[in-house]
C-alpha cells in the first residue's frame, strides 16, 4: 500500500478506546431516530401545532439523514476523516442544544434538519474507523461492539423519551445529546486519527451527482414518510413524489456510472459478497423497523398499555441483542460467519411466527420471550453480516462502502415502516369486512352479542334506544378488535416468510479471509 508524501503514520491507541469514542457519537445519532416518537404529542400541545404537523420533526430529520448518509465516503476524503467526525459531532450537540430551545414548531423542523444533516455522517465514519482500528481477524468483535448501538439504541429510544418527557419535559430528548456529545468531540481529537492513505484524489465536486442523490433520497423519504397518512397514489403530492425519486434515481445511477470522480462509488457493487450483504441488510432493516413499529401499536391500541409501558415492554429485544452481540462477536472467528446469517434468519423468522401465535388475551410474558429470543437471533444475523459483507472491501474504499451500507439499511426500515402500517390498515379493513359479514339477524351467537350488551347498558341505567344503539357499537368494537388482532398476526408472519425467503442467498456470499487477512494488511 503506497503512503501518502507527508502524511505521517497514525500514533497506535488501543482500538477499544477507539470504539468507545466513536461509539458515543453512533449511539446518539441512532437514539435520536426514535426517541422523539412518544414525545409528539406533547411537542404538538407545547407548541400550538396539531398532532400531524408535529410529525415533521419526525420526518425532517429522516430526510436530511438519508441525503447526506451516502457523501459519507467522498466528504471523509475531501476533508478528512476526523475533521469530518468532529464537525458532525460538534453540528450534532448544537442542534440538539437548538432544538431543546425551539420557541416554535418551524425553528424546531429546521434544527432538526440541521441535527439529521450533521448526524448522517456518524454511522458510516465509526463504522469505517472501527473496522479499520481492528485486524481483520477481529473485526468481528468490532462489529459486535457497533451493532449494539446500531440494534439497542432504536428500542431504547421510545423508552428513554417517554421517561424524559414524562419526568421532566420533552425538551430535556434533546438536551440528553449535550453531555454525550461534548464526551464523544473530546475522545474523537484525542484518539481517532485518518489513516495515512486516506488522501483527496481530485478538487472536483461532482455537483450533479450529489444533486441528483439528494433529488431522489429526499422524495422518497418524504414520500415513505407521508404516504399511509395522505392515502399514497390517490394523492397527486406522493405520486409526484415517487414519479420524481424514480427519474432521479435513474439519472443518478447513470450520472455516477459514468463520472470520472463519483461522489458515491457504485463499482463496490461489484464485489458479489457486498453487494448481496447490502440486499440483506436492506431486508434486514425493513423487517426490523416494520416490526418494532408494529409492536408498540398493537399493545396501546388492543392491550391497553400506556405509552411509556408499551416503551418498557419493549425493552427485552434490546436485553437479547446487549446479551447476544458481544457473545457472537467473540464466536465469529471460530465459525463460518455464513452459517450465523442464515441461523440468524431461521431464529429471526420463527420469533415473528411466534409473535403471530398472538391474541387478544396475551399476558406480558407472551410479548417478552418472543423479543427476548428475537433480540439473540438478531444478534446472529447483524453482526456476522455485517463482517461478511464488508471483508472483501478494501480499506481505501471502505468508507464509501459502509456509507452505502448504512443508507440501505436506513431505506430499508424506511420502507418497512410504510409498507407495515399500510398492509396493517387494508388487512383490518379486510377482516373488518369478513367478521362483520357474520354480524346478522340469523346468527344466533350475534343475537346473543347483542342481547346480552343491551341487557348490560340497560342494567346501567340507559334508556331502551340508548342501550340499543350502544349494544350495536360494542359489539361492531369487539369485530374491530378481533380484526385487527388478525391483521397483525398476518403482518407479522408476512415478516416471517420474508426472512426464510432470504436463506438462499447467504449462499451467494464468500467466506471471510479471518485470520489469513491480517497478513495481507
Same mark, same amino acid.
Given at each position: 500500500m503506497s503512503e501518502v508524501p507527508g502524511r505521517p503514520e497514525p500514533p497506535h491507541v488501543n482500538p477499544w478506546i477507539v470504539a468507545v469514542a466513536v461509539m458515543f457519537a453512533t449511539f446518539m445519532e441512532v437514539l435520536d431516530t426514535t426517541v422523539v416518537n412518544v414525545s409528539l404529542?406533547?411537542?404538538a400541545g407545547n407548541l400550538s401545532a396539531s398532532i400531524d404537523e408535529s410529525t415533521w420533526v419526525l420526518t425532517s430529520y429522516l430526510v436530511a439523514n438519508a441525503i447526506v448518509l451516502p457523501l459519507t465516503g467522498w466528504l471523509a476524503r475531501h476533508f478528512g476523516r476526523k475533521r469530518l467526525l468532529m464537525t458532525s459531532v460538534t453540528g450534532f450537540t448544537i442542534a440538539s442544544l437548538l432544538c431543546g430551545i425551539a420557541p416554535n414548531l418551524p425553528l424546531l423542523v429546521f434544527f432538526r434538519i440541521l441535527q439529521g444533516a450533521t448526524g448522517g455522517a456518524m454511522q458510516p465514519l465509526s463504522q469505517a474507523v472501527l473496522l479499520e482500528a481492528f485486524p481483520p481477524h477481529e473485526r468481528g468483535k468490532a462489529m459486535g461492539f457497533w451493532g449494539l448501538g446500531i440494534v439497542v439504541a432504536p428500542i431504547l429510544g421510545p423508552v428513554l423519551g417517554g421517561w424524559l418527557t414524562d419526568t421532566y419535559s420533552w425538551r430535556w430528548v434533546f438536551y440528553i445529546n449535550l453531555p454525550v456529545g461534548i464526551v464523544s468531540l473530546i475522545m474523537t481529537k484525542l484518539y481517532v486519527f485518518d489513516p495515512a492513505y486516506l488522501r483527496k484524489d481530485t478538487d472536483?465536486?461532482?455537483? #450533479?451527482g450529489i444533486g441528483l442523490l439528494a433529488l431522489w433520497v429526499g422524495t422518497l423519504q418524504l414520500a415513505l414518510d407521508l404516504g399511509q397518512e395522505r392515502d #399514497?397514489?390517490?394523492s397527486p403530492f406522493i405520486t409526484a413524489l415517487v414519479v420524481v425519486s424514480v427519474m432521479g434515481v435513474v439519472a443518478f445511477l447513470v450520472r455516477e456510472w459514468v463520472a470520472r470522480e463519483p461522489v458515491v462509488d457504485l463499482r463496490v457493487f461489484k464485489v458479489r459478497t457486498y453487494s448481496t450483504g447490502v440486499f440483506l441488510?436492506?431486508?434486514?432493516g425493513f423487517v426490523l423497523y416494520g416490526s418494532l413499529v408494529l409492536l408498540p401499536i398493537m399493545l396501546q391500541t388492543l392491550l391497553g398499555y400506556p405509552s411509556l409501558q408499551a416503551g418498557i415492554a419493549m425493552a427485552p429485544r434490546g436485553m437479547g441483542s446487549l446479551i447476544g452481540m458481544p457473545v457472537v462477536g467473540l464466536m465469529i472467528g471460530r465459525i463460518d460467519p455464513r452459517k450465523m446469517v442464515a441461523f440468524g434468519l431461521v431464529a429471526g423468522a420463527g420469533t415473528l411466527f411466534w409473535? !403471530?401465535?398472538?391474541n387478544l388475551q396475551a399476558g406480558y410474558w407472551d410479548i417478552f420471550w418472543p423479543q427476548f429470543c428475537q433480540g439473540l437471533g438478531l444478534s446472529a444475523l447483524f453482526v456476522p453480516l455485517t463482517t461478511v459483507s464488508m471483508d472483501p472491501i478494501p480499506r481505501e474504499r471502505m468508507g464509501n462502502a459502509t456509507s452505502l451500507f448504512n443508507l440501505m439499511r436506513n431505506l430499508g426500515g424506511s420502507i418497512g415502516i410504510a409498507t407495515t402500517g399500510t398492509l396493517l390498515a387494508r388487512k383490518q379493513q379486510e377482516y373488518v369486512?369478513?367478521? !362483520?359479514?357474520?354480524?346478522?339477524p340469523y346468527s344466533q351467537t350475534a343475537q346473543n352479542a347483542l342481547e346480552s350488551a343491551r341487557a348490560a347498558f340497560l342494567a346501567s341505567g340507559a334508556d331502551a334506544v340508548t342501550a340499543t344503539q350502544r349494544a350495536y357499537a360494542a359489539v361492531f368494537g369487539t369485530v374491530q378488535r378481533h380484526a385487527t388482532m388478525v391483521a397483525f398476526v398476518d403482518v407479522f408472519r408476512l415478516l416471517?416468510?420474508?426472512f426464510l425467503l432470504l436463506l438462499?442467498?447467504?449462499m451467494l456470499m464468500r467466506r471471510p479471509r479471518g485470520r489469513a487477512a491480517a497478513a495481507a494488511h
Open positions: 404529542p406533547h411537542i472536483k465536486i461532482d455537483y #450533479w #399514497w397514489f390517490s441488510m436492506t431486508a434486514l409473535l !403471530g401465535q398472538l369486512n369478513i367478521l !362483520g359479514e357474520h354480524i346478522t416471517g416468510m420474508i438462499p442467498l447467504v
